[in-house]
Structure formats: C-alpha cells, structure tokens
C-alpha cells in the first residue's frame, strides 16, 4: 500500500514517459563572468522534461520520451544520449518541416547569479502533432509528465492534450512539471488559459510560487496564498500540489489536508539552474516506490544538491547510489 496517497499500475511495464521539450544546453565554462565575456561552452541535451526522464532513467526507472527533434546533427545528438541512458525513443519523431534545435546558453556570473538566454524560434520540439503521440506508450506507462513549455504553442499544445487524454484513458498517474519559459507565449492570459486546462488533468503539480500566480491571474477573486491555491487543485483530480519558494524551500500539500516543508541537503554550489528538474526526478522516483511524501521530497533535496554542484544538469543527474550515500553522510538515512 502506498504511503503518499497515489496509486500506481504494477501490471504496467513501462515506469514513466515524459512529453515534451528535447533542447540543446550550452553551459558557460567561464563562471563567474558575464555572458558578454563568455568564449567557450560545453553542450549538454537539455529541456526539463528531458532533464526529468535522464533523471528517473539514472535512478533505474524504465522510461520514454515522447517529443520531436530536428533532422540535424544536434537532433541525432539528443536521440543518441536518451538511448545510451536507457530511454526509449520509439516516439521521439524526426521533423520534416526545416525546424531547428532549441538552445539554452547559460550565464554563471556566481552561484546564485545565473541566466539562460533561449533560441526558441521554429523549434522542432513545437512541431510534434497530436497524430505522432503513441498511444500504446502511454497506455504501457504508469506515470506520464508533462510541461507547460509545449503548451506555448500549436501542433505541440494539442500533441499534450492527446497525451493528457490518453493517460486519464489509461489510468496513468499524470504529474505537471509548470516549467513557465515566457519567451514562446504570445500573452499572460493565453497562458492562464492553456496551463489551468492541463492542471485538470493532473494529479501532480510542481511550480513556483511566481508560476501558480500566474496560472490565477485570471481568476479575480482568488485567493493569493499556498493552501488557497492547492485546495483550489484539490477540486479538480489534484492529490499532491508543490509550490516552490526559491531559497526558502518548497512546501508540500496533500489532497489529504497534509503539508509538508521539504529538508535541504548541503552543496557547494556550482549553479542554480537544473536544481527543479533533478527535484522532480527525486522526488517523483520516491512516490514511485511508495515513499511517504516527506520522505519523497528529502529524496528530491538530495538530488538537486549533487545537480547544483556540477557544471551540467543532465550529465550530473545522480544514481541511486549517489543520492543514497549523500543522505547517509548528512543525516544517516537511506
């Protein structure tokens, strides 16, 4: 029996599948300078969702990807490392339309000081249809996770609410990475609509505090508050809601009327982005296994510490082994 309140499919084969965003990260090796100054960088495949499934695949999950990678050398480089990591990429499409790779260059002017500068201009991961989505995937599947980046625009919204659609049909669990990119979305308000349309279908949500504000701004009466807004979740088919605070941490609601404040684990931090993709994979790989909700998130702590204290986010996304014997030395769990 589950001891988070979610219940998963064992006669499944498949663990998870991620839909979503396969990008190309270039990450500044020259940290703590401005990206003006920058000369070199390191490529990396990128995209949360992405970034999510290395990370639930490293943990020993079995897992796929549903998206669409450009007919060039950076779109053969995403496919070829999902596949040396253990993904399955049967429903990762090749574009035919001239589409491009996604790029994140990265800015690490300190630690705590970091951007990314997006190209998202006729990116392939936006072309892939609502045709090209797999149903027999996600019927195999036990937990499907989307992100609001392929929200951002047609054929790829529609591609979601196909897989949304497919997953309630076939009785997966359905977490929502809100991942909110402005750069893709044409007003606040289109993406109000698009991302309060696919949080009904989920019943995991992960966001900021900035994300769920976003997501209300439509709704004039709402309460502004976290409880307000995971009770307002819990109306739909919401069992778990986390609202992210940045450096003061995450808190955790239950459909159950449970809260739970997530514990920090020590890095030498290196960089802060990749620390919320590496969250999720922890902590949804420990509900997986059917770890109690605050346990889950120590898991997901843990992750991001060793994430943060590298140059990369996919490459660094931890094993088990890893994420064990960091919590050992901390604080003597495992």
């Known amino acids: 029996m589950s001891k988070n309140g979610i219940l998963f499919d064992s006669n499944k084969p498949n663990d998870f599948v991620a839909v979503g965003r396969l990008c190309i990260d270039l990450n500044a090796n020259e940290i703590n300078r401005p990206m003006e100054d920058t000369v070199t960088f390191t490529k990396y495949v990128g995209g949360s969702p992405a970034n999510i499934c290395i990370g639930m695949a490293r943990l020993g999950l079995k897992t796929a990807f549903v998206g669409k990678v450009a007919d060039d050398q950076m779109g053969r480089f995403i496919v070829r490392y999902l596949e040396q990591n253990g993904i399955d990429t049967r429903n990762v499409v090749k574009d035919d339309s001239g589409a491009v790779t996604g790029l994140a260059f990265t800015e690490i002017k300190s630690p705590t000081d970091c951007s990314i500068l997006m190209y998202r201009d006729n990116v ?13 995937l996600i019927a195999s599947s036990k937990m499907v996770l989307i992100s609001g980046t392929a929200l951002a625009q047609s054929p790829s919204r529609e591609a979601v609410f196909q897989a949304l659609r497919y997953a309630r049909k076939h009785g997966a669990v359905i977490a929502f990475d809100l991942d909110y990119r ?5 007003s606040d308000e289109e993406t109000a609509v698009y991302y309060n349309q696919a949080a009904e279908y989920c019943d995991i949500i992960i966001g900021t505090r900035e994300e769920f504000d976003m997501m209300e701004r439509l709704d004039q009466q709402a309460e ?31 459909k159950d009327g449970a809260s739970y404040r997530a514990k920090s684990y020590k890095a030498q931090v290196v960089k802060t982005f990749g620390a919320g993709d590496s969250y999720a994979a922890g902590f ?10 605050a346990d889950s998130m120590a898991f997901g702590s843990a992750a991001a510490a060793i994430v943060v204290s590298s140059h990369s986010c996919s490459d660094a996304m931890p094993s088990l082994t890893q994420v064990r014997e960091l919590m050992a030395e901390q604080d003597g769990t495992n």
């Open 124 to 136: 392939a991961d936006l072309k892939l249809t609502a045709g090209e989505v797999d149903e027999a």
């Open 182 to 186: 402005p750069y893709t979305w044409t």
């Open 224 to 254: 502004r508050s976290d409880l307000a807004t995971a009770s307002a979740w819990f109306n739909h088919r919401a069992q778990i809601v986390i609202i992210k605070h940045g450096k003061e941490g995450s808190i955790a609601y239950g």
């Open 284 to 293: 949804l790989y420990s509900l997986m296994q059917g770890a109690p909700v």
